[in-house]
């Protein structure tokens, strides 16, 4: 039943390290983002997807690399991490403008703690 | 550069106290502005406001859009200690939907 679902909902990893974080809609939304949300609760977004395509890249390092197998799929890559990148990242899933309720509806978060 | 505003950015009332919460925006192609309870988790959605003057309730939180002077309210009446919680306010821009968020009110509700 879960809308908006992400793996794992924790993550603890050495400096250094590569490491991929999941996401999946089951709402048929076209358009996915991630969203990046610090020690201070500030969203931020880091991408969006529209039907498999890049629509938005935010300035983010480009250890960051956001795939998206299908539509109803976005993961996010990333490598070399650092101390910075410490934070909570929520995938969440929309209709584009124009086709209704655009509310978006967000996963359950991924906490990450560089180590 | 697109930014949303919100204030306070934190709020410390008592039960049974009526509260307004303020954003105001600026946006290029601004479509519509979503608000947004995130407690421990996730947030979740509360309103979505398209049109000005327009006031949306949902039992003792109400919304409201002026889109002349770019700003919207959450008002919550007799405020309850399950209130407490980070609100978010979030303008859609775009035609893909793309989010912006503001930094949050947290507001704590006291016994």
């Known amino acids: 039943d879960t809308a908006v679902s992400q793996t794992p909902k924790y993550l603890v990893t050495q400096m250094g390290n590569d490491k991929s974080i999941k996401c999946e809609q089951n709402l048929g939304h076209d358009t996915m983002y991630w969203y990046k949300q610090d020690s201070k609760k500030f969203l931020k977004i880091m991408f969006s997807?529209?039907?498999?395509?890049?629509?938005i890249n935010e300035t983010v390092p480009n250890r960051f690399s956001p795939k998206s197998p299908d539509k109803a799929h976005l993961n996010l890559h990333i490598n070399s991490l650092e101390l910075g990148d410490s934070a909570v990242y929520f995938c969440a899933s929309s209709r584009p403008i124009g086709t209704g309720n655009t509310e978006a509806f967000f996963g359950q978060g991924t906490r990450l703690t560089v180590v | 550069e697109d930014k949303v505003v919100q204030s306070p950015l934190s709020l410390v009332v008592h039960e049974g106290d009526t509260v307004t919460l303020n954003c105001s925006y600026e946006?290029?192609?601004?479509?519509?502005l979503l608000w947004y309870k995130q407690e421990k988790k996730a947030p979740t959605f509360l309103f979505m406001l398209?049109?000005?003057?327009i006031e949306k309730k949902s039992g003792r939180l109400s919304s409201i859009l002026d889109k002349k002077e770019l700003f919207s309210i959450l008002n919550i009446t007799a405020t309850q200690t399950g209130d407490s919680a980070v609100y978010l306010c979030a303008a859609v821009r775009g035609s893909q939907g793309n989010l912006i968020f503001g930094k949050g009110t947290k507001l704590s509700v006291k016994p």
């Open positions: 946006v290029t192609n601004f479509r519509s």
């Open positions: 997807y529209n039907n498999k395509e890049l629509i």
């Open positions: 398209t049109s000005s003057g």
